[in-house]
């Protein structure tokens, strides 16, 4: 059996801080068959609506209901339309436990944007541009975003026209193309695409990503691109950083 000399071992694997797109399930109702109905009254005529899209089940509203959670008929109703159940968030200690029981883990806290498709009988006014916005193929925003809003290009580019502020997220499997001020977050690449790059005439951003690599406002981006027109790539698993 051959041996590696010491000082000269090779990893054989990395672990690194991913960001990844997901769905909060704000669960308020603790009747899987009222959930059940309403799901099909939003999304009964989208079928294709979700791609297994990874989903943590925020408890917060329902861990003082005395109706126990059947978490394994939950995970396949969610499941029937294209959502896998990943984890939990909040919650009683019995509620934790049964869904530790189906394989569920459970999350520390987590922010929440506006709901992802409103009921039609009782939408409130809608704001500038819906967040989050989970979209297929390549999405043009015309429209600033807000702090707390989040647009997600699934399969596709994303492309925005105006400034994303502080606080706001664009995601996109493809390339992220801002013909304005990057100041929020922005995750190209989310499906793990390495060619993916980032653009924007203005760069400021708070958090770029490309395929889970990711850089934070933490460590100040370079005076070059600050404020400039730059892209942001990936390469050999390193970001860079070019003025345009």
């Known amino acids: 059996m051959s041996s590696v000399p010491a000082g000269h071992a090779r990893a054989c694997?990395?672990?690194?801080?991913?960001?990844l797109p997901l769905i909060a399930l704000v669960l308020k109702t603790a009747n899987l068959a009222v959930l059940g109905q309403e799901l099909e009254a939003r999304y009964g005529e989208t079928p294709d609506f979700f791609d297994?899209?990874?989903?943590?089940?925020?408890?917060?509203a329902v861990e003082e209901e005395a109706l126990p959670?059947?978490?394994?008929?939950?995970?396949?109703l969610l499941h029937s339309y294209r959502m896998r159940a990943i984890a939990v968030h909040g919650g009683s200690t019995a509620q934790r436990a049964a869904a530790r029981a189906v394989g569920l883990v459970e999350t520390p806290d987590i922010s929440h944007a506006q709901p992802l498709?409103?009921?039609?009988?009782?939408a409130p006014a809608a704001?500038?541009?819906p967040a989050p916005v989970v979209t297929q193929g390549t999405v043009v925003i015309d429209k600033p975003l807000r702090s707390g809003q989040q647009v997600y290009a699934r399969g596709g580019d994303l492309v925005v026209l105006a400034v994303v502020s502080f606080g706001a997220e664009v995601l996109?499997?493809?390339?992220i193309h801002v013909y304005a001020p990057l100041r929020?977050?922005?995750?190209?690449?989310?499906?793990?695409?390495?060619?993916?790059?980032?653009?924007?005439?203005?760069?400021?951003?708070?958090l770029?990503?490309?395929?889970?690599?990711?850089?934070?406002?933490?460590?100040?981006?370079?005076?070059?691109?600050l404020g400039k027109p730059a892209q942001v790539r990936l390469i050999s698993e390193k970001l860079v950083m070019e003025p345009l």
């Open 13 to 19: 694997f990395d672990l690194k801080s991913a960001s």
């Open 52 to 60: 297994y899209d990874p989903v943590v089940i925020n408890l917060v």
């Open 69 to 76: 959670i059947d978490f394994k008929q939950l995970c396949m």
């Open 117 to 122: 498709a409103p009921a039609p009988a009782a």
């Open 127 to 129: 704001p500038e541009v």
């Open 172 to 175: 996109a499997d493809g390339n």
């Open 184 to 206: 929020g977050r922005a995750i190209a690449g989310a499906k793990g695409n390495t060619d993916a790059r980032i653009f924007s005439t203005c760069l400021e951003a708070q």
């Open 208 to 225: 770029v990503s490309i395929a889970g690599t990711y850089r934070t406002s933490e460590i100040p981006l370079p005076a070059d691109v």
